[in-house]
């Protein structure tokens, strides 16, 4: 039996029908794929959370459903959460459901900064950040979008030198911000990017996730469903049968498998506001990645739809 994304949004199915269809979601955290920081040799689980839609400001009900998504997301081994000033509340919910939780010691948190004002703009920025996050110190600090790069990683590296930063970066999801974005991972020291690719934009496999691999840099994954358009591409379509060789049960997990299945990506960030978002997305995190010649296959899948 297949099922999409989209049947997973109509019909509701939660947990005990992954199970019932022998997904592999439910398998234990010590058998989560990891892959290696380049930087460090700290290894991260390939599934992480993006937070652009947690930024419900102080609505009880909304948190309380994202408080059961984080809930499941640590109970089945995710560390890495990403988020941004920019989200809107998303910080500062964060904040309070992680705090309420009791989980901020398990988690690897990641946020951003995008202020265009020099030096002292950045580092109130990443103070009001940790405020928010209720934490002394973050595991990632990334520039967002390239915006003023060139103040923000001094800054970025003052935090890292202190001890309240253990990793850099900077971040975009925008192609026609490739160009610059390749001069600065070619330029500056980085541990990690953060970069748009999917099956359906694989514009970064040209040259900014090679070079990323030849300089030692970390790479996180957005937008590996392509903002969701993808899955209208598919639509009702049953999975091939040759996808389950490497582990998928749906198309979400197809979708992951294969971004993360690039050699040079270390984990990927899909958002996840419902329980039955985190358990289809944490099947990915299980089984195995697919091969060159497997990627390649799933290429020719998907142009030929």
Same mark, same amino acid.
């Given at each position: 039996?297949?099922?999409?994304?989209?049947e997973?949004?109509?019909?509701?199915l939660?947990?005990?029908?992954?199970?019932?269809?022998?997904?592999n979601?439910?398998?234990?955290?010590? %058998?989560?794929i990891?892959?290696?920081?380049?930087?460090?040799?700290?290894?991260?689980p390939?599934?992480?959370?993006?937070?652009?839609?947690?930024?419900?400001?102080?609505?009880?009900?909304?948190r309380?459903?994202?408080?059961?998504?984080?809930?499941?997301?640590h109970?089945?081994?995710?560390t890495?959460?990403?988020?941004?000033?920019?989200?809107?509340?998303?910080?500062?919910?964060?904040?309070?459901?992680?705090a309420?939780?009791?989980i901020r010691d398990?988690?690897?948190?990641?946020?951003?900064?995008?202020k265009d004002?020099?030096?002292?703009?950045?580092?109130?920025?990443?103070?009001?950040?940790?405020?928010?996050?209720?934490t002394?110190e973050l595991?990632?600090?990334?520039?967002?979008?390239?915006?003023?790069?060139?103040?923000?990683?001094?800054?970025?590296r003052?935090?890292?030198q202190?001890g309240?930063?253990?990793?850099?970066g900077?971040t975009?999801s925008?192609?026609?911000?490739?160009?610059?974005?390749?001069?600065?991972?070619?330029?500056?020291?980085?541990?990690?990017?953060?970069?748009?690719y999917?099956?359906?934009?694989?514009?970064?496999?040209?040259?900014?996730?090679?070079?990323?691999?030849d300089?030692?840099?970390?790479?996180?994954?957005?937008?590996a469903?392509?903002?969701?358009r993808?899955?209208?591409?598919?639509?009702?379509l049953?999975?091939?049968?040759?996808?389950?060789?490497?582990?998928?049960?749906?198309?979400?997990?197809?979708?992951?498998?294969?971004?993360i299945? %690039?050699?040079?990506?270390?984990?990927?960030?899909?958002?996840?506001t419902?329980?039955?978002?985190?358990?289809?997305?944490?099947?990915?995190?299980?089984?195995?990645?697919?091969?060159?010649?497997e990627?390649?296959?799933?290429?020719?899948?998907?142009?030929?739809?």
């Open positions: 039996m297949t099922i999409t994304r989209r997973f949004n109509k019909a509701g939660g947990a005990l029908s992954l199970a019932a269809i022998g997904g979601a439910f398998a234990g955290p010590e %058998h989560m990891r892959k290696a920081v380049p930087s460090s040799g700290e290894e991260l390939i599934i992480g959370l993006g937070t652009n839609r947690y930024g419900v400001g102080d609505d009880a009900e909304k309380a459903v994202l408080r059961a998504a984080l809930e499941r997301f109970s089945l081994g995710g890495v959460i990403d988020t941004a000033p920019m989200y809107r509340s998303s910080e500062a919910v964060l904040g309070d459901l992680i309420d939780l009791g398990d988690l690897f948190i990641a946020t951003k900064v995008d004002g020099g030096g002292a703009a950045t580092h109130a920025q990443v103070e009001e950040s940790m405020r928010r996050l209720h002394h595991e990632l600090l990334q520039v967002h979008n390239l915006i003023a790069w060139k103040e923000a990683l001094p800054v970025l003052e935090w890292k202190e309240k930063v253990r990793y850099i900077i975009t925008r192609a026609r911000q490739y160009e610059e974005f390749e001069k600065v991972i070619a330029r500056e020291k980085l541990d990690f990017i953060q970069i748009n999917s099956l359906e934009q694989r514009e970064a496999a040209e040259r900014i996730l090679p070079l990323a691999a300089r030692g840099v970390g790479v996180i994954i957005n937008r469903f392509g903002g969701g993808i899955f209208e591409k598919v639509g009702a049953p999975l091939p049968d040759w996808a389950r060789e490497f582990g998928c049960e749906s198309w979400a997990q197809f979708l992951l498998k294969y971004a299945g %690039h050699p040079a990506a270390t984990l990927s960030i899909p958002g996840m419902k329980l039955r978002h985190v358990d289809d997305n944490f099947g990915a995190a299980h089984g195995r990645l697919p091969s060159a010649d990627r390649k296959r799933q290429e020719a899948f998907f142009d030929a739809l």
